[in-house]
């Protein structure tokens, strides 16, 4: 009897899934705990293990596929069992396009003799050059003999990937077309009076779905926007003495973990007393209700490659700032490298979002649901300032706390807004 | 530099050889007095004395046999077969003894023989006296086999034969010895296993052996007329094949066309083909691989037929052409 | 002539190593322990000892498919060349050629040829050498009688002859090539006479009289190293086994083969050294007990090396 391999749900509010990479192929031989694939979930990568030992019987979704969780994604079973697939709305429109392509490809061919649904004459100069160009040789009108196609007729494609889709379904001919792009590349607007209507339905076709991360980032940040009603309040500190303090300490810490101190370690270590003394900043706002949370878990924003991830550092309040050092350090690493596990991305109570080092002044960052605050730190920046009646240079840096105000209110956060600057202010208030 | 002809420059090879290293020594049939039957030989009996230019009665296998065994125990004999066509009398000697003798003895010797022979036609002297049979050799694990195109390569290759310490088979061609080509007068050798790009283009890739080395370039010449630069390629050497030449080659002009005197069936550009075929080359081809070779025939006797039974350099602008679109 | 008695001896121990090794060897190829086939030379061991004693140790020699005995006869490594057979790494050859390639280049040993005849121009060559180095150094060439209608037979004692190499030239007559009787396929009573169509001396002797062999060959070596030039010499043998494993002996009667194993060259040659008071029983059954335990000691030399590695397949293709 063949056993379905589902979409796993993993994680409370995992709906869907990613597949990224197939590890095996149908027909291979499986044994029990082997990796058969891996998805994208939500917050993080996942290899997805055999349940049983058997053969790859069939396989439902490819690599880039979106998929519901626990429904299924492949059958193992014995060698030439039979399985009964439910009939998908998906099938049936593949059948359709198909039956289309069937359709124009007779009237395709060119000049020369190749007959319908005969395979296509290219030399191996223009297959490698339609390979690296991602163009479809059968777009293509053969200009060598016996119907031959090339390397001529590849390189003289000029025309967008749509273009050519749409000269392909209308059967236009593209070397007729005068390109309007760069070097006379064919575009799809190009073709518009020849395809008329087409062009808009096609066209959505090239937008790129939402998918994996992005996707994941995209839902949270709506739904923060949309739920939470964000008030944003700024205040800009000086970071004279924790420069200094940085300058000073920085060395110690290179010399005894062959660690760098930054300042992002340094206002962690700020906020992490900070929420101690204002519980109300260190909270979730879950099912209309309000959890306090006993630890200071802080969640640290790092921009990766794939994505905004956001790993949490828990028990920021016991922890000294070498210690901080240490565990940013590493989250942020694993973060980069996609080896974070489930626990590292969960049970945060407040977040960081540091955009200083781009130079950013300050800016409005978006709640980390369900989170009711999240601080975003901008650029150190040499500034006159008033002090005495003179004009002295500081070190000044704006802080902008945004937090969510059917959990917060303005003084509170205030308050708490004013008590980080003063940590900041004067270090020594840290002991 | 002096400018010499092939075979002078093929003698001179020899002479500066025998006084660089006494074991060499010459034996063939009428290479004394008389010279050799192409006067490449002449005046080294002068030369050299009687004990190394040695005259040899009409028996290929007896003397080709004894060069193996000399070499096999010092000396570096240079043996001349008088038409390439009578190497099929001591096929046994060259394919079972000298090619395998190393082998076979699992390293204990080495055969270090050299076979110089005249191929090719073009003089009238039909079948049995014309042909190119160098294919039937290269197939042979344990022979190295050259085929110089001009006097420059011919001294320098023919030094590196004598040199080398393997049985060498040694293509000359009959119409290319009066051929004068400028020639450095200190002592040079060519290396085995390198091409030589004859004339540089970007069109077409015409790779050629021995006198349609020439030929290529006459027709590379009058295509350029119309517009169409090719690449000549010597070849030089069969064993050992320089392919890394040939197929950086066809990846930059997409098209390749061979060119030998031999009968097309089983001969060398076959092998050329192959090797493109497997080759990362082969994802550059733009066109078939043309070969342009002999009929398979018999080399005829009258001049039209004879001529007409092997390329001419009419016959590679044609065929090239048919690789140019 | 007057031959040292050490030297007797020593011809006798070549024979019986010989005869031990061939028996050896039979007894593999019928248990299918050899790859291949081998070419014994049991009953030509005179063929053998007799001219080969009769070089000085730097001499070259080219021998027959038939060569074990002569390898021996020159101071070969029976362990080498029972490896050899076996096809293993420690042969001569490196495993690389078996029985009919067995060389041994140091000890003048220019190896046996697998083609009838292949091995004479080569020797022919190797006087030429000799002649041209002035080293003073004689090639002893040896090839059967179905050698001599080859066209290089021709051809080299022709080339010999005109420029006087010192070669010797000996023809085993075992009266059969394959299967063809030497009296159907060659129109002379004698092989030695096929000499005087190059002007060079030919005698025909017993092939089973090791020190006749002997005393002729040693003649014509002397007269070879003083530029004299190169001789023919023929010996009527009689091999007792087939031409190789697979050949079931339908050409000849039993009778024949059984006529010719009385006239046993070993056999001969302990008589003839018992009567000279050479030989005792008590030193014969030592001869015989070494002899024997040589050829055991190769055997497991042999089995115990290892074949040659893939690594070795396309070593040794060019120098």
Known sequence: ?????????????????????????????????????????????????????????KVLAGEGDVVPVNKPIAYIGEQGEEIAIPETSESADSEVAVAEKADTSPQQTAAGSSEPGSKIKATPAAKRLAREKGIDLSNIKPGGPNGRV???????????????????????????????????????????????????????????????????????????????????INLEVDMSEMSRFREKVSPVMEKKKGLKVSYNHLLIRVLAQALKDHPELNARFIDNGIEYCDQVNIG??????????????????????????????ELIKKARHGELVLSELEGGSFTISNLGMYGIKSFTPIINPPEVGIIGAGAIKEQPVVENGTIVIKSITTLSLSFDHRAVDGAQAALFLSHVKELLEEPFRLI | ???????????????????????????????????????????????????????????????????????????????????????????????????????????????????????????????????????????????????????????????????????????????????????????????????????????????????????????????????????????RTLVPFDRETVVGSVKKTGRLVIVQEACKRGGFSSEVAAEIVESEAFDYLDAPIKRVAGKNIPIPYCIELEKAAVPQVEDIITDTKTVLY | MKLSNKLKINMLKQMLLTRYFEEAVDNFFSRGLIHGTAHLSIGEEAMAAGPINALKKDDLMVITHRGHGSSIAKGADINKMMAELMGKVTGYNKGKGGSIHIANLEQGNLGPNGIVGGGIPIATGAALAQKMKQTGRVVLCFFGDGATNIGVFHE???????????????????????????????????????ASAYDMEGITVDGNDVLRLYEVTDRAIKKARKGEGPSLIEGITYRWKGHSKSDPNLYRTKEEMEEWMEKCPIKRFKEYLFEEGVLTAEKLNDLENTAQKEIDTAVEFASESAYPGLELLEEDLYA
């Open chain 1, 300 to 329: 640290i924003a790092v921009a990766t490659e794939d994505g905004l991830i956001v790993p949490v550092l828990h028990g920021a309040e016991l922890m000294d700032v070498e210690q901080i050092v240490v565990r940013a350090d």
């Open chain 1, 150 to 232: 090339i390397a001529a007729d590849v390189e003289s494609i000029k025309a967008t990937p749509l273009a050519q889709r749409i000269a392909q379904e209308k059967n236009i001919d593209l070397s007729e077309i005068k390109g309007s792009g760069v070097n006379e590349k064919v575009r799809s607007e190009d073709l518009e009076d020849k395809a008329d209507t087409f062009v808009e339905e096609i066209k959505e076709v090239s937008v790129q779905p939402l998918k994996g991360l992005r996707k994941v980032v995209a839902e949270r940040m709506s739904r923060s926007w949309d739920n939470a009603p964000h008030a944003s």
């Open chain 1, 1 to 57: 009897m063949a056993v379905e391999l589902l979409m796993p749900k993993m994680g409370m509010t995992m709906e869907e899934g990613t597949i990224i990479k197939w590890h095996k192929m149908e027909g291979d031989w499986l044994k029990k705990g082997e990796i058969v694939l891996e998805i994208q979930t939500d917050k993080v990568k996942m290899e997805i293990e055999s349940p049983e030992e058997g053969v790859l019987l």
């Open chain 3, 156 to 194: 080299s004692l022709n080339l010999a002859s005109i420029w006087q190499l010192p070669i010797v030239y000996v023809c085993v007559n075992n009266q059969y090539g394959m299967s063809a009787c030497i009296g159907d396929v060659c129109p002379v009573q004698n092989l030695s006479d096929r």
């Open chain 2, 1 to 235: 530099m002096e400018e010499i002809t092939y075979g002078q420059a093929v003698r001179d090879a020899m002479r500066e050889e025998m006084y660089r290293d006494e074991n060499v020594f010459l034996m063939g049939e009428d290479i004394g007095v008389y010279g050799g039957a192409f006067g490449i030989t002449s005046g080294m009996l002068n030369e050299f004395g009687e004990e190394r230019v040695r005259d040899t009665p009409i028996s290929e296998a007896g003397f080709v046999g004894a060069g193996v065994g000399a070499a096999m125990v010092g000396m570096r004999p240079i043996v001349e077969i008088m038409f390439s066509d009578f190497v099929t009398m001591c096929f046994d000697q060259i394919v079972n003894q000298a090619a395998k003798i190393r082998y076979m003895l699992g390293g204990q010797v080495s055969v270090p023989l050299v076979i110089r022979t005249p191929g090719g036609s073009g003089t009238g002297a039909a079948a049995q006296h014309s042909q190119s049979l160098e294919a039937l050799f290269a197939h042979i694990p344990g022979l190295k086999v050259v085929m110089p195109a001009n006097a420059y390569d011919a001294k320098g290759l023919l030094k590196s034969a004598i040199r080398d310490d393997n049985p060498v088979l040694f293509f000359e061609h009959k119409l290319l010895y009066k051929k004068k080509v400028s020639v450095p007068k200190e002592d040079y050798t060519v290396p085995f296993g390198v091409a030589d790009i004859k004339r540089s283009g970007g069109d077409v890739t015409i790779a050629a052996t021995s006198i349609m080395v020439s030929r290529a370039q006459e027709a590379a010449e009058k295509l350029s007329n119309e517009g169409i630069e090719c690449e000549v390629i010597d070849l």
